[in-house]
């Protein structure tokens, strides 16, 4: 593996603003990445062309390997400036490796580098495989964790937002927990836990309209149902919220909403019925991608709060099953760098 370092020179150097951190080597990344800035509107400006990070010679061979097969224009690397940093051994589509797990890690931290340094505004990361990364010695749930390691800030918030077909609402889901096991998202939550999400919930949504309407879903089934269901909105949750609203009387806070019902106003708003809430909290990693991803699995942005950045991320995985056919769909990848250039 070359110097994780982004002080390597970049090859075809010109103004950049976003950093693109390819992902995983055997998965989607480099395909959605080169679909997505296929698109005219990265193509017509010069100034606003991104920096990726990865191996040049791997993002080549994957680009000449996929144009026959294809479904999309595909933009050539050799429009494109990068930092190179050479993989240790040559990676096969579909099949990840300790080594391609020492790769992906490296090239986020050059990429984080690069924004920390001033030389790009945003960071943009393409999926990498976990377990790729712990086989590589690397132990963190995500790249979330890691981002939040280089920047110093161990609340980081992971946000998925995605404007409805109408481009009239944009949803906003923020999780209170991310990626740890089920059994232990109730030691984890706590009254000062959520007050935090919520500040960062608000913040956010404040970007598009001042005085937001927040819902945050319960926990237990039916939220609790008055304690025969489960004792933690009656014993601290709904204290936390109401302590919350206390505090910030220009918001319309709805919570503990009983989450089989929590999202409806959400799809309803998503299929053209009007705005609905402008952000919801959920308590748990699934309890609030389920819902995000029925309602827009290729519009979602992964976004991180709470660094002195903006990051960003398609709202998948790294596609194993169909790297290197020319299948995957980029307008994830496409909506994480347009949300990248307009809010970072």
Known sequence: MGSSTSSQAPSNPRPVRLAIALGDPAGIGAEVTLKALAQPEW????????????????LER?????????????????ELEMVDLPLAEPCQA????????????????????????GRCQALVTAP????????????????????????GCPDASMLFTAVAPSGQWRLNTLLATTHIPLAAVPQRLNG?????????????????RPNPHLVVAGLNPHAGEAGQLGLEEATWLGAALEAWRQHHPQVRLDGPVPPDTCWLDAASAWAGGGSGPDG???????????????LAFDAAVNT?????????????????????????????????????????
Do not use: N
């Not at 010695?137 to 979330?144: C, E, I, K, L, S």
């Not at 000062?192 to 598009?208: E, G, N, P, V």
């Open 304 to 344: 991180t709060l709470g660094l002195p950045f903006l990051r960003t991320s398609p709202d998948h995985g790294t596609g194993f099953a169909i790297a290197g056919r020319g299948e995957a769909r980029a307008a994830s990848m496409a909506a994480a760098l347009v949300t990248a250039r307009d809010l970072g």
């Open 128 to 151: 990498i495989a976990k377990a790729s990364w712990h086989a590589a010695g690397h132990p963190y749930p995500g790249q979330t964790e890691r981002l939040a390691e280089l920047a």
């Open 192 to 208: 000062a836990l959520i007050q935090r999400k919520l500040d960062a919930l608000l913040a956010f949504c404040q970007r598009f």
């Open 94 to 117: 579909g099949i990840s490796t300790p080594s391609c797990g020492a790769a992906s890690f490296s090239w986020l931290t050059a990429a984080t580098e690069l924004v920390q340094q």
């Open 280 to 294: 919801y909290l959920a308590l748990y990693h699934d309890q609030g991608l389920i819902p995000v991803k029925l």
């Open 43 to 58: 193509r017509l400006d010069p100034t606003r062309q991104p920096l990726l990070v990865g191996c040049r010679r791997w």
């Open 62 to 78: 994957s680009y000449q390997q996929l144009r026959p097969v294809s479904r999309e224009p595909l933009r050539d690397p050799a």
